[in-house]
């Protein structure tokens, strides 16, 4: 398979940081899966090497900057050592949470606990791996359909992720001295584990949600992986600080 560089992906052990890990195998990239726990971020090395690709695990909780800044620290010796010479050409800040409730149920845990993973994570892990990236690099963060049409109780998550454009747009041109690319991806309701799994799993939430996309249907997680893909793609070199919506066409 080609050399196409080192991508990393955060959240990588499941849903759509695993489907991404594997798109990104697939188009020749080694990939550096970032887990929370060291056997899910295992789970997808062994996906990636059993059809050919490559790939490392890293435990990182990207809730902690120190853990973020260890992780990174532990990394770069053995990038160095497993493949010499590859640079790293893409990040992809891919971990999230949602903590879904209304106005008057929202804890202080919960919105603390959303922005540490879905904004603060992320910003700090561009940080950590900023001075690493290959010039010419790309960057993608996960946003959500949910930071452009609204929907009840979802205002601390809707806001995370708006938050993460807005940071993707200003870090634009900071990053864009080096050639370096920044984009968010703002899947609309897709079938993972996410929220309890409810887009998979709860058959009437399911329908109920397709039925609100103009393709008629909630996303599969490769759909998502496919679109990261895509993005990080030269096709799409001339394209920054952008938002791009990958929903089937959710609450147009
Ligand atoms: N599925 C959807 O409908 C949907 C729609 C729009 C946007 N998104 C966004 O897409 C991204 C992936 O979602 P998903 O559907 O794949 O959700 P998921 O199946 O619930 O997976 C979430 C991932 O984030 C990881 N994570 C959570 N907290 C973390 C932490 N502190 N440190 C490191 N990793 C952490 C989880 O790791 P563990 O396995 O260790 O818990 C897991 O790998 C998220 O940013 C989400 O907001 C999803």
Not at 106 to 128: H, K, S
Not at 133 to 147: I, K, T
């Amino acid at each position: 398979m080609t050399d196409t560089g080192i991508a990393v992906v955060t959240g990588a052990g499941r849903g759509l940081g695993q489907a991404t890990s594997l798109a990104l195998a697939q188009r020749g990239y080694r990939v550096v899966v970032a887990a929370r726990s060291s056997d899910a971020a295992q789970a997808t090395v062994d996906q990636i090497t059993g059809v050919g690709g490559e790939a490392i695990p890293l435990v990182l909780d990207i809730a902690a900057i120190a853990s973020i800044r260890a992780a990174r620290d532990r990394l770069l010796p053995m990038l160095a050592e497993t493949w010499p010479g590859s640079r790293i050409q893409v990040l992809v800040n891919n971990a999230g949470v949602g903590h879904f409730a209304p106005l008057d149920e929202v804890t202080g845990d919960d919105f603390d606990d959303t922005f540490a993973v879905n904004v603060r994570g992320p910003l700090f892990l561009i940080q950590a791996f900023a001075p690493h990236l290959a010039d010419g690099a790309r960057v993608v963060s996960l946003s959500s359909s949910l930071s452009r049409h609204v929907s009840p109780a979802t205002a601390v998550y809707a806001a995370s992720k708006a938050a993460v454009e807005a940071m993707s747009r200003s870090l634009a041109p900071e990053l864009g001295r080096r050639g370096i690319r920044i984009n968010t991806i703002a899947p609309g309701p897709t079938a993972t584990d996410f929220n309890g799994g409810a887009m998979r799993d709860n058959t009437e939430l399911r329908l109920g949600l397709g039925q609100q996309t103009a393709l008629g249907r909630v996303g599969e997680p490769t759909e998502i992986a496919d679109a990261v893909a895509a993005l990080v793609s030269e096709d799409l070199r001339w394209v920054t600080g952008e938002r791009i919506e990958v929903s089937g066409g959710v609450l147009m």
